[in-house]
């Protein structure tokens, strides 16, 4: 299909990771996930659970469906009937994600937001991450402080699932005997080499990497003339 | 039944140097800023603070009032990182005990429920376990025998929290979407001030409001504090939106620059300060 913007298909890779969730809710952080899961919830996972970013459920035209506040917001979390997508400053190969700071935490070269709800959320739910400028500062060998937990540290927890990785370049999971990070696809007009050099840890690559899916005509209807008419998905990757 | 209201200067007459104080709101969201202000105009310091942070933590943490913070985040919402805290931490300027939301949350729970700690499946396999050392784990005596951490009971010295409405005997009403963990704090704490917009006669609560937004009982309650516009400049839903161009400011301003312009004077001057006072 041509036209299609790499921030669209940014928005059909975040997605995709609510396809056959069912009823949980789907909590995105950044704006092409948030278009990405009313996409979803549009077309593929009706079903799904969406908040208004405060302590409200609404349906998809703003109808209230419920009550959300952040201490129930936390059960949900550890009753796991959620699929986060978080931001990621630093990620690793094993999923590893940190948001808290950057250098030494004892005194940081840059103080970040704090850890926030990633611990509780990666040993509960499921936890899908994105970033929108994929680069060798965020694809890291180590990150300085682990918020989100990664396959090598997670020890077999019994919730604990990464099912996707989202990054402006492509999407990657952790689908290797390893459970170490694999490209799963390009975005078109993106080279495996691009990939490569804009990540600071050795990427599995299999031998055939597929192209991440084209919009439908309606899905493309949907995000330009009812999710996202003023373009906002611009604001994080670059039509 | 006794009148609990009080000024915010004797409410915070009653803190001293090195207590645990637990702040209620969320980010930048109905934080007790007047109290917070009374607070700074006070020599009280080298305290323990327990937050969801937002510019409580910032501006307590600029004026050098910090021994340790407890926190999970600290943000101003519409402005992600908040400057002031920023600065603190990058000079090393207090201890900083990290744990995950839903640590914090259990640990209040934990001190409501006179617990020595509560478990949490939260925090195992991170680096919150590396940078607080002090964190133990517990077993399940179950059969699953599944590891978690043992989150130790977060008592207070004294919580602050702000609401909307409430009555002098300390039954308080918050008539937003969320209570936050306001409550928690409130039953967490030895004493308790709670600053509200407009304090109201008993039965006004609930004239206009469900019983439901009565979030905070009197028994817990040591003060009650009327401070119209005393959440400022963070949000105080439905009474007021946050104020964006002041936040702005503050995140932009030096902090000696601001404390002198909006901090020097009492809260008559703070409001006259901010154009809030007409």
């Excluded at chain 1, 995105?28 to 302590?55: I, K, N, Q, Y």
């Excluded at chain 1, 059960?75 to 986060?84: I, K, W």
């Excluded at chain 1, 840890?201 to 996202?228: G, W």
């Excluded at chain 2, 600290?74 to 090393?92: C, F, K, M, N, Q």
Aim: with cysteine.
């Amino acid at each position: 299909m041509s036209g299609v913007t790499r921030a669209e298909h940014c928005v059909i890779a975040c997605a995709e990771a609510w396809r056959g969730a069912g009823e949980i809710l789907a909590s995105p952080m950044g704006l092409v996930p948030s278009v990405g899961a009313r996409l979803a919830r549009h077309t593929f996972a009706p079903d799904l659970l969406l908040t208004d970013g405060e302590a409200l459920l609404v349906g998809l035209d703003g109808t209230v469906e419920g009550w959300l506040p952040y201490r129930q917001h936390l059960a949900l979390v550890t009753g796991g009937r959620r699929h986060v997508m978080m931001g990621a400053s630093q990620i690793d190969r094993y999923g590893n994600q940190n948001i808290a700071c950057i250098g030494d935490w004892a005194k940081p070269v840059r103080q970040l937001l704090g850890v926030r709800g990633a611990p509780v959320n990666t040993l509960n739910n499921p936890t899908s991450y994105w970033v929108p400028r994929h680069s060798r500062r965020v694809f890291v060998e180590r990150v300085d402080m682990v918020c989100g937990v990664g396959y090598d540290r997670a020890a077999g927890a019994r919730h604990h699932r990464i099912p996707r990785v989202v990054s402006d370049l492509g999407v990657f999971d952790f689908a290797t005997p390893g459970r170490s990070m694999r490209l799963a696809s390009l975005h078109p007009g993106v080279s495996v080499e691009q990939v490569r050099e804009a990540t600071g840890f050795d990427l599995v690559v299999p031998d055939e990497v597929p192209l991440t899916r084209d919009p439908t005509a309606e899905e493309l209807r949907l995000i330009r003339e009812v999710i996202d008419p003023r373009t906002t998905r611009a604001r994080e990757v670059a039509l | 039944m006794s009148d609990k209201t009080m000024t915010a200067e004797e409410a915070v007459a009653r803190l001293a140097s090195g207590m645990t104080l637990g702040i209620g709101g969320w980010g930048s969201r109905r934080k007790p800023m007047a109290l917070v202000r009374a607070l700074l105009r006070s020599q009280v310091t080298d305290l323990t603070i327990v937050s969801y942070g937002g510019p409580d933590v910032g501006m307590l943490a600029a004026a050098g009032r910090i021994r340790k913070l407890v926190t999970a985040f600290v943000t101003l919402d519409s402005i992600p990182l908040e400057p002031h805290y920023r600065a603190a931490r990058e000079r090393g300027a207090f201890e900083l005990a990290e744990v995950d939301e839903a640590m914090f949350m259990w640990g209040l729970h934990a001190a409501a429920n006179r617990l020595p700690f509560l478990p949490v499946r939260a925090g195992i396999g991170s680096d919150v376990m590396r940078v607080n050392p002090g964190l133990r784990t517990v077993t399940s005596p179950y059969e699953d025998q599944e590891t978690f951490v043992a989150m130790p009971a977060l008592r207070l010295d004294a919580a602050l929290v702000h609401v909307n409405r409430a009555d002098r005997l300390g039954n308080g009403q918050y008539l937003g979407p969320d209570p936050y963990f306001d409550d928690l704090f409130c039953e967490a704490a030895d004493a308790a001030y709670v600053s509200c917009e407009q304090v109201v006669d008993t039965a006004e609560l609930t004239k206009a409001a469900a019983p439901q937004s009565l979030l905070i009982k009197r028994h817990t309650v040591t003060g009650v504090i009327e401070a119209p516009g005393g959440a400022h400049f963070t949000s105080c839903a439905p009474d007021y939106a946050r104020d964006e161009a002041f936040q702005q400011r503050y995140a932009t301003t030096p902090w000696p620059e601001f404390a002198a312009r909006f901090l020097a004077g009492d809260e008559r001057a703070y409001r006259s300060a901010a154009g809030e006072g007409s």
